[in-house]
């Protein structure tokens, strides 16, 4: 499970938030990718005769209870996730606000504007993660059919055709990737990690600009991002880093780019729109 947010900087929080959070999904996936090594090994070692097939049964049962174990150690994960550290990285933003403002951070209270985008915030990153593993648990059923395959064809006596070796069976079923549009493959633990942090950085900066248009009554918030960081993306030639923008315009960008740590000041003593930016400021 995920600790508490203690009271640290918010990136501080947010960082040690997202790294046990990490840890947390990296090792769910562990108990598949070690699944798979073991049920090759197994396989690997059974010989042909009359117990063969009732070996390779045994073996295939173990590696379904793997699935098991890891889609209910994830989805737990998600669950709480969900339920419970979005909501605080939510609040840690909001109070963020209250304390940049100059407030009293231990006024901030659960309104129903913060519900409801904790709430619809929640059920997206709910969704998006859950569909990882259900895809995850499908390609682990997938590989277990080719597995228990090339098991059967080895052990029968009378085959003589080429069969996938482990090797292959491997290349073929990464189980410890995700898959990404265009079928790209990725690590699942630098995807977590980066899923994580888009998720969490999202939610605390949403809380602290629902807050400082709610309960500070700011219009206008300084950006505080990389040097290089576009606005609406990494290579956006509008440099974020030290402009103004509106509360409004800076919830459709509270983040640009996955890996993103972008954060905002409230400004409440500027009440026009400057025909400059700055930067720099403490």
Request: charged content about 25%.
């Amino acid at each position: 499970m995920t600790t508490p947010l203690r009271r640290r900087s918010l990136r501080a929080r947010l960082l040690a938030l997202i790294t046990t959070a990490t840890d947390t999904l990296a090792a769910a996936w562990r108990i598949l990718t070690r699944a798979q090594q073991a049920l090759l090994t197994v396989l690997a070692r059974i010989r042909p005769g009359r117990t063969a097939n009732a070996a390779i049964r045994a073996a295939a049962e173990v590696f379904q209870r793997s699935i098991g174990e890891f889609d209910r150690t994830a989805l737990g994960f998600i669950e709480r996730w969900a339920a419970t550290d979005l909501p605080t990285a939510y609040r840690a933003g909001g109070t963020e606000a209250l304390t940049q403002a100059g407030r009293d951070p231990g006024q901030w209270a659960w309104t129903d504007r913060h519900q409801s985008t904790i709430t619809a915030l929640s059920a997206q990153y709910y969704t998006d993660l859950t569909n990882r593993v259900r895809e995850s648990v499908r390609r682990a059923r997938a590989f277990l059919r080719d597995a228990l395959d090339a098991a059967r064809h080895r052990v029968d006596r009378f085959r003589r055709s080429p069969w996938p070796s482990r090797a292959a069976l491997l290349r073929d079923h990464p189980l410890d990737t995700v898959i990404y549009a265009g079928n790209t493959r990725h690590p699942a633990t630098a995807w977590a990690h980066a899923a994580l942090a888009w998720q969490t950085y999202t939610t605390a900066n949403t809380g602290l600009l629902r807050t400082t248009a709610d309960e500070v009554g700011a219009d206008w918030i300084e950006v505080q991002d990389g040097p290089g960081c576009g606005w609406t993306s990494h290579g956006d030639g509008d440099m974020a880093d030290g402009s103004l923008r509106t509360v409004q315009d800076a919830l459709a960008h509270p983040v640009a780019h996955p890996h993103c740590r972008r954060s905002f000041r409230p400004r409440p003593d500027v009440i026009s729109r400057p025909d400059y930016a700055f930067g720099g400021l403490a």
